[in-house]
T-cell receptor
């Protein structure tokens, strides 16, 4: 069956612009997660959704980062006024319960 | 700060040889998982071992967990060129926060044909 998909696969933007990253989880998965992988670093947790609500946003690095999920399905991660340090691969994952089991291919974001 | 630290950072072996990667962590865990990431791709979940387990097998993979030493190892036997990838360990503390995985920086495994 279809896995987690993310779009765009690559995004190049200028410093100060806003970007939106999209995640389509596996159908029926109620839990959705965003992680970020910076160059040479491991993955860091950003936010967790259970259904449409986000019980844990503790990993969002600043108030420029926000995320929403609608219909218990698609999620959008928005970064406002992008900075060069936001450059990373943003990974989305979903699962029915428990820890993330299925990761998407990620969106590579480059902020010039 | 990173919870898991993989060792070595990079490993290069010949096809057919075994590859062993280690992971150490700092705080108490509920589960430890290993993932693989091919270049430019997403993460693939390999295996999960619970804190009350000591060893687990899945095909050519063998994972051990030593909670007294706060360490785990991943053994890939009879390696293949297709095993070339980065391997990450990830831990969760349980207690309702098992979604919040803490990853190490990974081991880059290269299997030469």
């Amino acid at each position: 069956g279809a896995g987690v998909s993310q779009s765009p696969s690559n995004k190049v933007t200028e410093k100060g612009k806003d970007v939106e990253l999209r995640c389509d989880p596996i159908s029926g998965h109620t839990a959705l997660y965003w992680y970020r992988q910076s160059l040479g670093q491991g993955l860091e947790f950003l936010i967790y959704f259970q259904g449409n609500s986000a019980p844990d946003k503790s990993g969002l690095p600043s108030d420029r980062f926000s995320a929403e999920r609608t219909g218990g399905s698609v999620s959008t991660l928005t970064i406002q006024r992008t900075q060069q340090e936001d450059s990373a691969v943003y990974l989305c994952a979903s699962s029915q319960t428990g820890a993330p089991s299925n990761f998407g291919p990620g969106t590579r974001l480059l902020v010039l | 700060s990173q919870q898991g630290e993989e060792d070595p950072q990079a490993l290069s072996i010949q096809e057919g040889e075994n590859a062993t990667m280690n992971c150490s962590y700092k705080t108490s865990i509920n589960n430890l998982q290993w993932y693989r990431q091919n270049s430019g791709r997403g993460l693939v979940h390999l295996i999960l071992i619970r804190s009350n387990e000591r060893e687990k097998h899945s095909g050519r993979l063998r994972v051990t967990l030593d909670t007294s030493k706060k360490s785990s190892s991943l053994l890939i036997t009879a390696s293949r060129a297709a095993d070339t990838a980065s391997y990450f360990c990830a831990t969760d503390a349980g207690g309702g926060s098992n979604y919040k995985l803490t990853f190490g920086k990974g081991t880059l495994l290269t299997v030469n044909p």
